[in-house]
């Protein structure tokens, strides 16, 4: 039997610092799966894609000379701020953690970024104003670049029309050429570190950016990057040649163009197999891309295509930038200018303060009207701009999110939230995730995945409990609300599956390690789903060690935890990049994800007793739910879901039991006491009845401009409703159907601990409790 993974146990109350040497914690290909594009449709508004929070109580007045005005978004190494110079030119200044700034390894990391970014310039990134690497807490100050970041604008609109894809392609060709002239290579080009301005798209975040075969400043095996957009030889922790750069190119191009990137989405581990292994997922791509987009993400760096071949291959090089562009995302760029300009600086009283009113969206501007003389002279005055979006360790509040298009942790500013917010019962900040992770509630433990790491905290006061260092992935980990269940992981890609049981207080390994026969191999993606009644169900691959394929033989499997004994197993051909929802009603097993294609949300129910499946249903994307990991609304009669209306489908059989407010856009629901609660896009929330689907109340309207989070599920009180709102969670008093305070957080994923009277909530840099009533 191979030796127990190792688990780091920490004395009660304690809890551990910052890990200097984490592996690089990446945005894993995420896709935000959101109906289609269209000008009318409700999730399209431009309000969505709000970008300036309110700086908090303890954010400086001012670093060097210039004066602070808003925040871009925080993370895990630092902070971004919208900024002014005493002669009025507006900038994006970027500060580091003071907790960085005492490494030196960082801050010639740091350096190295201010001269990537000089080297690139006005015309292909954000031109740098000034820069203090030496400062006690070094800064770097570009422009404001007036444009959406590039997975923002296909968020906005929907994947990119072919000239506007060709277009891109080109200029952001041009700049890697630019930098490879100067023997830099940038490391972690994707749609976030583009954006798209209307005079052609600028790169930015060269965080980890480098000279071509210095590798100084990278862990030996370490893979620096972003997985989802690396290059198979930066997968493997090699040199990241000018070649590997036009492979992330391709990928880029490949999201742009389809909404989805080459090699999908999931854990970190399971996306660099793909990129080392798999041949890219090129579908919806148009036709006449295809042969260059390919030889662009060849395993083989030296059959790649240069940046020359590129530029002369995707452009002819006429008309202007903006002549390319869609409509919705001209006017989007205008709306920025517009908002830079319109801001009021903000500060909120203290932490408990409340968080970010939204912009009017603007009205449609034409490619003629925005370059002309008026929309020039716009776009001038707001200075020029500049963007370190993607620097951030967190810059999606959705989490997709996450919590929606908002950009770190946010705020609603005190004078638009009532007073009685009550304060966090505590918060554990010291986190390591890209995303906001479910946690879980387990013998009166709060569980939760890390990047790297499986942790357990007391719900009563937040010390971490224990940690299992081998889980690295949430797939890994499930509960049966008195124990958790871990799978090993497969580090060498021909493991076999096994399962482990952790004591929910101590984490303590039981005797007995389950070994599943017959599935062995290329475990990559397996997903323990849940767990019940001395049974756990899983989505695994069978084959053997030598077994390499990860495209085929993936089973549904129900195991006896007691004895290790198969129960049932039955093939699926769905892909495991997408995971799981599971629910366990009653003999049912519910079962729910996002088709492989991402063209539908798929839900089917299984006997839970022979694995038999009863029914399935396809719901067509534009008409699906928001997908949240961890959340599916069951009860004992329906399946209810959100999207373009709430519906319930029956469990019985998956017909439409009833259907509500089609035409809206409604985020995932939950369901308690025989009533269906989500939140309304434009709206917040409504409480239908969970038999008949007729609408009981809603949320009175406050006259306060709060935007409801179609990606975060109402938590259902005795007192309360509490319907995450952009930044924060709002408070909706049963009794008087109106908001009664809002607790400022950026976490999107909640569980309830009614016995402590608390509810606990993860986001991408935090996990923090407050009180349940």
């Known amino acids: 039997m191979p030796p127990a993974p190792a688990r780091r146990r920490l004395r009660p109350g304690r809890r551990p610092g910052l890990r200097r040497h984490r592996p690089h914690r990446a945005r894993t290909g995420r896709t935000r799966l959101r109906p289609p594009a269209s000008p009318h449709h409700p999730s399209r508004r431009l309000t969505d894609l709000t970008m300036l929070s309110p700086l908090t109580h303890d954010d400086p007045a001012s670093v060097a000379s210039y004066r602070l005005l808003a925040r871009l978004g925080s993370g895990g190494m630092g902070t971004v701020y919208l900024a002014r110079t005493p002669g009025g030119r507006t900038v994006a200044l970027k500060t580091v953690h003071p907790r960085l700034a005492t490494d030196p390894a960082f801050r010639a990391r740091f350096r190295l970024e201010t001269d990537a970014a000089r080297i690139i310039g006005a015309r292909h990134g954000a031109a740098v104003v000034d820069a203090d690497p030496q400062a006690e807490t070094p800064w770097l100050a570009t422009e404001y670049v007036l444009g959406p970041p590039l997975d923002d604008a296909v968020e906005l609109g929907g994947p990119l029309p072919e000239p506007t894809v060709r277009a891109l392609g080109a200029a952001l060709a041009g700049a890697l050429a630019q930098l490879h002239s100067s023997d830099v290579v940038h490391r972690d080009l994707k749609p976030s570190n583009v954006l798209v301005t209307a005079y052609g798209p600028k790169i930015i975040d060269f965080g980890i950016a480098r000279a071509a075969g210095d590798d100084h400043l990278t862990r030996t095996g370490a893979a620096a990057g972003t997985p989802a957009y690396m290059s198979p030889e930066q997968a493997s922790g090699q040199e990241h040649p000018p070649a590997g750069d036009v492979f992330a190119l391709a990928g880029v191009l490949v999201f742009a163009a389809t909404g989805h990137g080459p090699f999908g989405t999931g854990s970190a581990a399971d996306l660099l197999y793909r990129v080392r292994y798999a041949d890219p997922d090129l579908s919806g791509v148009p036709e006449a891309l295809l042969p260059l987009l390919t030889a662009c993400l060849s395993k083989d760096p030296s059959a790649r295509p240069t940046t020359g071949t590129l530029i002369d291959r995707l452009h002819d090089g006429h008309g202007e930038f903006a002549d390319h562009l869609p409509p919705l995302l001209l006017t989007d760029i205008a709306r920025r200018a517009t908002d830079v300009w319109l801001h009021a600086p903000h500060r909120l009283p203290a932490p408990e303060g409340s968080a970010v009113a939204e912009t009017a969206p603007s009205g449609p501007v034409s490619r003629r009207r925005l370059l002309s003389a008026g929309g020039a002279a716009l776009l001038g005055a707001a200075g ?222 299984r006997d839970r007793r022979t694995g038999r499946r009863l029914w399935r249903r396809s719901i067509p994307l534009e008409e699906s739910p928001s997908f949240i990991p961890g959340q599916l609304a069951v009860d004992d009669r329906h399946v209810y879901l959100g999207g373009d209306r709430l519906r319930a489908l029956r469990l019985t059989d998956g017909g439409v039991a009833w259907e509500y407010g089609r035409g809206s856009l409604f985020g995932v629901p939950t369901v308690a006491d025989g009533r269906v609660h989500a939140n309304e896009a434009g709206r917040g929330l409504v409480v239908v009845g969970a038999d008949r689907g007729t609408k009981e109340w809603s949320e009175a309207v406050s006259g306060r401009s709060l935007t409801p989070n179609l990606y975060a599920v109402p938590v259902i009180g005795r007192k309360y409703v509490y319907a995450p709102v952009r930044g924060g969670l709002n408070a909706i008093d049963r009794a008087t159907r109106r908001s009664a305070w809002v607790f400022p957080t950026e976490a999107t994923r909640y569980v309830t601990d009614a016995q402590r009277k608390r509810i606990v909530g993860a986001g991408p840099s935090s996990i923090v409790a407050l009180p349940y009533a």
Do not use: C
Not at 414 to 431: C, F, K, Q, V
């Open 384 to 605: 020029a701009g500049g963007g370190l979006w993607a620097w951030l360790a967190s810059r999606d509040g959705e989490d997709p999110g996450a919590a929606g298009p908002a950009a770190g942790p946010t705020a609603i500013p005190a004078s638009t939230a009532p007073d009685g917010a009550p304060a966090a019962l505590w918060r554990e900040s010291a986190l390591d995730r890209e995303e906001s992770v479910m946690p879980m509630l387990a013998g009166g433990v709060v569980g939760f995945a890390e990047t790297v790491s499986f942790r357990a905290l007391d719900p009563q006061s937040g010390s971490v409990l224990w940690e299992e260092s081998m889980v690295m992935d949430p797939k890994q980990v499930t509960t049966d609300g008195t124990r958790f269940y871990a799978s090993s992981y497969p580090l060498t890609g021909t493991s076999a599956l096994e399962i482990r049981t952790l004591a929910a207080r101590t984490g303590e390994q039981s005797a007995r390690t389950i070994t599943v026969k017959g599935f062995e191999g290329s475990l990559f993606g397996t997903e323990l789903l849940t767990a019940a009644g001395g049974v756990l169900y899983a989505s695994s691959r069978r084959g053997s060690r030598e077994d390499t394929d990860n495209d085929t033989g993936w089973h549904l499997i129900a195991v006896d935890l007691a004895t290790g004994r198969e129960i049932w197993r039955h093939p699926h051909t769905d892909t495991n990049a997408r995971p799981w929802l599971s629910r366990i009603v009653g003999d049912r097993l519910v079962l729910g994800k996002n088709s492989g294609d991402l063209k539908s949300f798929d839900v089917q129910v």
